[in-house]
């Protein structure tokens, strides 16, 4: 095969016939290079290895050009490698046709060939092909597809955020939620469905040094998101690699060869780096903590410019930050513009327009709170809206359930086309149920001496038995020397977690301390080493030594004091009376309430009073008491402002339960279907994967002695332990949790389509209604449309198109006979019986199956209309929605109406040029 390609020639895919016809554009001495245009790819194969097929044509057949026209072949040319086609046109005019005029969306049947070469698999095979399709079908044209991978609490603000971004064109959206409600999971479940869904392949995540652990733990377990993780260790190694300077293109490549980055804010600001992240495109920016980008009118933070740099040049970006009140309007400000700087070109400007918004704020409170409105209320209410249609004072201040769903519809299009609700989703623990309330236990020490601590922790270890307890200190070191010293002195087992320990290690210690019959009854955790992990089947944590930052003491509180927390959290802070702990455990219970509420004025209170704080925590301060109280009352103004400086508005936006509700439940019926586990099963079986049981709702998977292939894709070689139980997973984080979208199941779906297996099956059927000698051939159809993922095609077009049973006389048993009906009937052929019958039958065999493809092409025009025609009442629908918005909001983009309207015309485009693509043939013979 080396020396047989050509620029010019066509080629195909044996391995994703989805990508349609290919064409060589450049051959190396050991590569070629292929590209595939209706899939917009271009892919690069060795050229001995390559799985690829030569496209050509014989006299008699007939062509698709490009431009779509037909061409029948009367005659074959060889040209320097190429082939080009003469022939006659529907027309009836002579015409030529050059191979690269061919359509690139042409695709080949081969099912038939197999067939009559007597290439017959085993039936379960055909049925783990139908069966796949199916699937794939059901997920793909599903609402919540995208959205049941990942491991995370079905919580409605962060389904319906993940949802709303996920299926905008190119988003650009603060995510500013209070503490603990999930910004990271949210950023992870819109990078999920996004890379899911083909919307993008290059995403560039910027975080806070302390952060990068956290944030790569939560993107491989949570999301099964692989990221490279590129820092200061990682291009050191690199640049030890090239000690010639002249040797730099793979340095200045570095940010072009990995698709998912993760990197520190600090590390992508430095001068060598800065630029290489600014030379690569990127389909998304993600950026954390992006409220400590500082920025005024007249100058910014290096930090701010190059975030500024990336956000331009990349089509989507993430900001997740604090909620607006924490850090000013024009911090807030600041954050926007870097969304939209064309929008948000002037902080005057919008200071101004951010004045009328509190006009409208005022309205939507008397909505909210079905406060008597006056005429003056309404009149100003209707110049909100563009229509003519005035709203009736009595209908609205009526005490019935009519004027409720009034104000509640005129309180949905407030949210629409008013504010910046549509650029910034922020939620409020006040306005969210689910959390559980917090109790601040302190003890009193003897003295500060690490063994009185130890005895202290031994003695409440054995009086909260068998209840498991979280400790969290400072430094691995501490962790470690804490479990050693409780091991030795006192008998007492500990599970240790910190940053020095791998992932493998960290989920077995995760999984000990999760055991609920054999486990350690405590897990000690060091500060960094607990990020991206939360334990919310705990109500117990120790504070045996307490951070100076208070947002760092709220993010181990965090651990337990989540949504979804079943029970009360106790919260145990010992201290010797008099030490500098004592100090700042009081300060954090007296002045800001820290241990029993979340706090997010913390951090502010500390940098105001940063000197009187260094001489409390000193034991220098003159008058303690006195300190306390103005920290208490500093506490109280600022929790007052942002209470005061509260946008309805834009926490009704955050969640809209009628769409996060629907989502949800989809979800759910999924998960207790149990049709994955059924599926799984029947393909571990024809592919040779053992799976056993291992505890309720769980198994292990491992490559067996017969595998089908050499290696089966995301397998390890030792296998894994898997889980379909959505809480057994939240727990168990050595666990993988098996859905659609887990990558093994996506492997097990990829082999079985792009595989040959189960294209031919031949069986035989007994049935009272079925007269014997009877032949009947059950064909299933693909759809098939070459497109970029992006389009979302199977939303519309379902790849399972069409599956047609029909018998010698060409009568259609579809309808009379589903496979239901029959297929635990179907009795097994011997192979070299069913390949004798085969010959035997062949003439009234090729009949049947030139009917049955017949039957195919007058139905599949009646399926395609019906996607376009589906496809306009989704998408046109949407289109109308963002114009009518635009009118009144100025925060929808241009480009965003202009890239919905390009993929509507894209994805009609590819549906009309859609055709079916034969998949599968089972031949039943009835006795």
């Known amino acids: 095969m080396m020396d047989d390609f050509t620029p010019g020639q066509r080629w195909v895919s044996d391995n994703d016939a989805a990508l349609g016809l290919g064409i060589v554009q450049s051959v190396a001495f050991r590569t070629v290079q292929i590209e595939f245009p209706a899939a917009d790819e271009t892919r690069t194969y060795a050229k001995a290895t390559a799985p690829l097929t030569r496209v050509e044509f014989d006299v008699g057949d007939s062509i698709k050009s490009m431009d779509g026209w037909d061409l029948s072949i009367t005659e074959i040319e060889h040209v320097s490698g190429t082939v080009r086609y003469h022939g006659i046109r529907e027309s009836g005019e002579a015409a030529t046709m050059h191979e690269r005029e061919l359509s690139d969306a042409l695709t080949f049947n081969v099912p038939q060939d197999k067939l009559f070469a007597g290439q017959v698999d085993d039936n379960r095979w055909f049925e783990l092909r139908a069966a796949t399709l199916q699937h794939l079908a059901t997920q793909q044209a599903s609402t919540s597809f995208g959205l049941h991978g990942p491991r995370v609490s079905l919580i409605p603000h962060q389904m319906y955020i993940a949802h709303e971004v996920s299926t905008r064109t190119a988003p650009r959206?603060?995510?500013?939620?209070?503490?603990?409600?999930?910004?990271?999971?949210?950023?992870?479940?819109?990078?999920?469905?996004?890379?899911?869904?083909?919307?993008?392949?290059?995403?560039?995540?910027?975080?806070?040094?302390?952060?990068?652990?956290?944030?790569?733990?939560?993107?491989?377990?949570?999301?099964?998101?692989?990221?490279?993780?590129?820092?200061?260790?990682?291009?050191?190694?690199?640049?030890?690699?090239?000690?010639?300077?002249?040797?730099?293109?793979?340095?200045?490549?570095?940010?072009?060869?990995?698709?998912?980055?993760?990197?520190?804010?600090?590390?992508?600001?430095?001068?060598?780096?800065?630029?290489?992240?600014?030379?690569?495109?990127?389909?998304?920016?993600?950026?954390?903590?992006?409220?400590?980008?500082?920025?005024?009118?007249?100058?910014?933070?290096?930090?701010?410019?190059?975030?500024?740099?990336l956000a331009n040049q990349s089509d989507s970006v993430l900001l997740l930050t604090a909620t607006p009140e924490q850090f000013g309007t024009a911090g807030h400000f600041a954050r926007l513009r870097l969304l939209d700087p064309a929008r948000f070109h002037s902080l005057d400007s919008y200071l101004a327009e951010e004045k009328q918004h509190a006009a409208t704020a005022g309205l939507v409170n008397l909505l909210l709170d079905h406060q008597t409105m006056t005429e003056d209320d309404l009149a100003r209410l209707d110049s909100l809206f563009d229509d003519s249609d005035t709203i009736d004072l009595a209908a609205i201040n009526a005490a019935n359930d009519d004027a409720r769903i009034l104000?509640?519809?005129?309180?949905?299009?407030?949210?629409?086309?008013?504010?910046t609700g549509r650029m910034l989703f922020r939620n409020m623990r006040a306005a969210i149920s689910g959390f559980p309330r917090r109790h601040f236990i302190p003890a009193v020490l003897d003295d500060d001496r690490n063994e009185t601590r130890i005895d202290w922790l031994s003695d409440k270890l054995r009086e909260l038995s068998p209840h498991k307890v979280l400790l969290i200190c400072a430094t691995a070191e501490t962790a470690v020397s804490l479990s050693t010293i409780l091991l030795q002195r006192h008998g007492l087992p500990a599970g240790v977690f910190h940053e020095h320990m791998n992932l493998l290690e960290r989920d077995r210690a995760a999984a000990w301390f999760a055991d609920a019959e054999d486990g350690a009854q405590i897990l000690i955790c060091s500060e960094i080493g607990g990020e991206g992990r939360n334990f919310q089947f705990l109500h117990n944590i120790v504070l045996l030594d307490l951070p100076d930052k208070p947002d760092l003491l709220e993010q181990r509180i965090g651990r337990l004091d989540r949504i979804g927390q079943q029970h009360d959290i106790n919260i145990h802070v010992p201290v010797a009376a008099g030490s500098r702990d004592a100090r700042l455990s009081r300060w954090y219970h007296d002045a800001l309430n820290a241990f029993e509420h979340s706090c997010v004025t913390g951090q502010h209170i500390k940098a105001e009073m940063e000197e009187p704080f260094a001489a409390y925590l000193a034991g220098e301060h003159l008058d303690?008491?006195?300190?306390?109280?103005?920290?208490?009352?500093?506490?109280?103004?600022?929790?007052?402002?942002?209470?005061?400086?509260?946008?309805?508005?834009?926490?009704?936006?955050?969640?809209?339960?009628?769409?996060?509700?629907?989502?949800?439940?989809?979800?759910?019926h999924n998960e207790q279907e149990n049709s994955l586990l059924r599926y799984l099963e029947n393909a571990f079986d024809c592919f040779g994967v053992e799976i056993e049981d291992h505890s309720p709702s769980s198994w292990v998977v491992r490559p067996g002695a017969h595998l089908q292939v050499a290696q089966f894709p995301e397998l390890p070689e030792d296998g894994m332990t898997v889980t379909t139980n959505r809480e057994t997973a939240l727990v168990r984080e050595d666990m993988h949790f098996l859905s659609?979208?887990?990558?093994?199941?996506?492997?097990?779906?990829?082999?079985?389509?792009?595989?040959?297996?189960?294209?031919?099956?031949?069986?035989?059927?007994?049935?009272?209604?079925?007269?014997?000698?009877?032949?009947?051939?059950?064909?299933?159809?693909?759809?098939?449309?070459?497109?970029?993922?992006?389009?979302?095609?199977?939303?519309?077009?379902?790849?399972?198109?069409?599956?047609?049973?029909?018998?010698?006389?060409?009568?259609?048993?579809?309808?009379?006979?589903?496979?239901?009906?029959?297929?635990?009937?179907?009795e097994k052929i011997n192979r070299k019986v069913a390949q004798q019958m085969i010959q035997s039958t062949r003439a009234t065999l090729k009949k049947q199956v030139q009917h049955i493809e017949e039957i195919a092409a007058q139905q599949f025009p009646m399926l395609r209309n019906a996607a376009i025609a589906l496809m306009h009442e989704k998408l046109d629908n949407e289109l109308q929605r963002l114009l009518t918005l635009q009118k009144r909001n100025p925060t929808i983009r241009d480009?965003?109406?202009?890239?919905?309207?390009?993929?509507?015309s894209d994805v009609e485009r590819c549906l009309q040029s859609s055709t079916l693509h034969l998949s599968a043939l089972r031949v039943i013979y009835t006795v």
Request: one cysteine or more; proline letters at 6%.
């Open 173 to 309: 959206v603060l995510l500013a939620d209070e503490v603990g409600l999930g910004k990271t999971i949210e950023a992870g479940l819109i990078l999920h469905r996004l890379i899911l869904t083909g919307k993008i392949h290059r995403a560039l995540v910027i975080v806070p040094e302390p952060l990068l652990h956290q944030w790569l733990v939560e993107l491989l377990r949570r999301f099964n998101l692989r990221f490279t993780l590129i820092d200061e260790q990682y291009f050191s190694h690199i640049d030890e690699a090239f000690d010639n300077p002249e040797e730099s293109a793979p340095l200045e490549n570095l940010f072009d060869q990995f698709p998912l980055v993760l990197c520190g804010l600090h590390f992508a600001c430095r001068d060598e780096i800065a630029p290489l992240m600014a030379m690569c495109h990127w389909d998304i920016l993600v950026v954390d903590e992006a409220h400590h980008l500082e920025w005024t009118p007249g100058e910014s933070s290096r930090e701010y410019r190059q975030i500024e740099t």
């Open 407 to 419: 104000r509640r519809h005129l309180i949905d299009r407030l949210i629409d086309q008013h504010g």
């Open 624 to 668: 303690e008491d006195r300190f306390i109280k103005e920290c208490r009352q500093l506490h109280e103004q600022k929790t007052r402002q942002l209470n005061l400086g509260r946008n309805r508005l834009l926490e009704l936006s955050g969640c809209r339960q009628e769409i996060a509700d629907p989502l949800i439940k989809e979800i759910k």
């Open 740 to 826: 659609w979208e887990h990558p093994l199941v996506g492997a097990t779906i990829d082999l079985v389509l792009n595989g040959e297996r189960g294209r031919v099956s031949v069986c035989a059927l007994q049935l009272p209604h079925l007269p014997p000698r009877n032949i009947l051939i059950e064909a299933i159809f693909e759809s098939n449309c070459p497109a970029p993922a992006g389009l979302e095609i199977g939303r519309y077009l379902p790849c399972h198109a069409l599956r047609l049973l029909v018998n010698q006389d060409g009568k259609n048993y579809t309808q009379l006979l589903p496979p239901d009906s029959y297929e635990t009937l179907l």
């Open 895 to 904: 480009e965003e109406v202009e890239s919905l309207r390009t993929k509507i």
